[in-house]
């Protein structure tokens, strides 16, 4: 356990950002990998691809996180902190979403490549998330 980040929570050293970086880049992989592949594959709807894809990256980024990027701040049950962190993340997750689909229904190579939408609203939920994560589901 890094004392370092109990003592002084606000300064955080590189492997923290990193960390977190990962577990986003992560969850992008299972993401883009499941809307894809329910997509292009299974022949599902953009959309409800996309909330599948979502559900499992949010679970994996929420594993990731617990253990490695928060892994200091155990204070709640397993399915509790879930809980939290899908709560927390419910605001990036409409900002990630919202991208996705103005991405779809209006750039014609995000019809061809999702992929790039879900980029893009990856990018554009990660900053909420990691506020939220540190603030409130990790918080000490």
């Given amino acids: 356990m890094d004392k370092t980040l109990i003592n002084k929570p606000h300064k955080l050293n590189k492997q923290h950002y990193f960390s977190f970086i990962v577990a986003g880049t992560c969850g ?3 993401d883009a990998g499941v809307v894809t592949i329910l997509s292009k594959f299974w022949g599902m709807g953009l959309v409800l691809a996309k909330v599948f894809s979502f559900l499992l990256a949010v679970t994996v980024t929420w594993i990731i996180n617990r253990r490695y990027t928060f892994k200091y701040q155990y204070n709640k049950s397993l399915v509790n902190e ?10 990036g997750a409409i900002i990630n979403n919202s991208l996705y689909i103005i991405m779809i229904m209006s750039v014609t190579t995000t019809k061809i490549y999702p992929a790039l939408a879900v980029a893009i609203g990856s990018l554009g939920g990660m900053f909420f998330n990691y506020i939220a994560s540190r603030w409130w589901v990790f918080k000490q």
């Fill in 28 to 30: 992008f992989i299972v």
């Fill in 82 to 91: 879930w809980v939290h962190y899908f709560l927390a993340n419910s605001v």
